[in-house]
C-alpha cells in the first residue's frame, strides 16, 4: 500500500486539510500519516471548514513527525515552508513535494473566515492534482 506523509509546523491546520482531502479522493486506498513539527492540535476551525462539504476530520489527531521516522514513505508532502525547511530527513527513497499554503488560524487572530475557505479550496485543487499524477485510483 502507498504511504504518504504530510507535513505541516504544527499539525493543526493545512496538514489536516490535505489528510481529509487526500482520504476523500483516495477512497482509503492510501496509508495517509499527517505530522508537525510540532504538536498544536486539531484546530477547530479546520474541522470546522471541512464538516462545510462534508468531509469529518474531528477524529484527526495532531501528532508529531518524530513518531514516523521508522516509515518508508512513498511520497512526503510539505504544506508550508516552515516544514519544508525543517522536515528531518528519512532514510527512504521518497518523492517530496512542496506547496507553500498561507496559515488561515493565523489570519484574523485565528478567527473563522473567508481565508479559511481559501485555504481549504486551494488544498483541495492540489490534492486532486496529486491524485491525479501520482496515485493510480
Not at 112 to 117: D, L, P, S, V
Request: proline share 3%; glycine share 4%.
Amino acid at each position: 500500500m502507498i504511504k504518504v506523509l504530510i507535513l505541516c509546523t504544527g499539525n493543526s491546520c493545512r496538514s489536516q486539510i490535505a489528510h481529509g482531502f487526500l482520504e476523500h479522493y483516495t477512497n482509503n486506498s492510501v496509508k495517509i500519516f499527517s505530522a508537525g513539527i510540532e504538536k498544536h492540535g486539531v484546530n477547530k476551525n479546520a474541522i470546522r471548514c471541512m464538516n462545510e462539504i462534508d468531509i469529518d476530520i474531528s477524529k484527526h489527531t495532531s501528532n508529531k513527525v518524530d513518531d514516523y521516522l521508522d516509515i518508508d514513505f512513498d511520497f512526503i508532502i510539505t504544506v508550508c515552508d516552515n516544514a519544508n525547511e525543517t522536515c528531518p530527513i528519512f532514510p527512504s527513497n521518497s518523492i517530496k513535494i512542496h506547496k507553500n499554503f498561507k496559515d488561515p488560524s493565523r489570519i484574523l487572530n485565528g478567527k473563522y473566515g473567508e481565508h479559511f475557505i481559501l485555504t481549504r479550496d486551494e488544498i483541495k485543487n492540489f490534492i486532486i492534482d496529486f491524485v491525479k499524477k501520482y496515485l493510480p485510483v
